[in-house]
């Protein structure tokens, strides 16, 4: 097999062009930042600009990861980021009252009720779309907006500030030199990977997602689907809430999670997976997740002024949606092959077998 053949073959992959944009921002930073590949081991924990990308980007992560179970359905979750404001201010609130906070039971305490809330807020969710049948744009709009109201009920409209080291391991804590974040990401996508490639869940999943009538009618119960699907994507939201107010020690009710939503959907869309529902890629997704956050770090790296930040970002994600094109690359190639003029043939060459060799 020649390089031609092998780059074909790698181009076809799903993952081939979203980890091509990854690694071309990553390399954008190389000439602002000189040392921005370079981990460094200090006090038995690794710092470096990798490693920050990984730990800030481990909330989107989880959170993109139950969007993607939830967009694969057919549906949305627009309350993502008011489940993550519900889920710190709740856990902090818990840490707060308590007289010992470095108290390992009552951070474990704080976990569960804040969880607990998560999980209610999913089956809110779940029972607004699957049960009563209400779009799910406008079903989890309503809890976009109520919720983050309930997280500024839960503070009272103030931020909530905690000093625990229990509670601060999740989000800012390290692990054999690792983010503990990292971890519990890891622990995340490897258990979804096996629940829905190993089992019969994923495709359970995408054919709810391609064709909710027929698969009901074949069975399937679609409704009980997309509620576990939206009962998780809260409780990875409800997560992601822990390690964002645990890296900060404190909870903010009107900022924390703040369009965390769109984010999320951004990287499930330049991870490869169709907002209409149906095959998911959860690989793609992970992948998606990291592009973001690289772009984050990318913008503020390079000295982009913060009033334009949100729109180089959105050149940027658009540049990387269209790469990842098909029809536009297709498009882009022809348009090039017919600024290049035909290909020559060799002598003796039919015309038609000309005409043909231009076409492909």
Known sequence: MNLASLWRAAAQHRLFWPVTALIALLALNVPFTPGFFEVHLKNGHLYGSLVSIVLFGSPLILVAIGMTLVIATGGIDLSVGAVVAISGALA?????????????AGVLLAFALALAAALVCGAWNGLLVARLGIQPII?????????RGIAQLITSGQIITVNSDSYSLIGGGYWLALPFALFVVAFVAALSAALTRRTAL????????????????????????????????????????????SNVSAADGNNAGLWIELDAILAVVIGGTSLSGGRFHLGGTVVGALIIQTLTTTIYTIGVPTQANLVFKAVVVIIVCLVQSPAFRAKAFRARAKRSGPVPRPPGTPADAAHMEVSS
């Open 92 to 104: 902090c609130l818990v840490v707060s009252k308590q007289a010992d906070q470095d108290s390992v």
């Open 139 to 147: 079903a989890t709009l309503i809890l976009m907006v109520a919720g």
């Open 202 to 245: 994923g495709l359970l999943i995408e054919a709810v997602g391609g064709n909710a009538e027929a698969s009901r009618l074949v069975g399937i119960r679609a409704r009980r689907i997309k509620v576990m699907a939206y009962v998780f994507c809260a409780l990875c939201a409800g997560v992601a809430g822990l390690m964002i107010s």
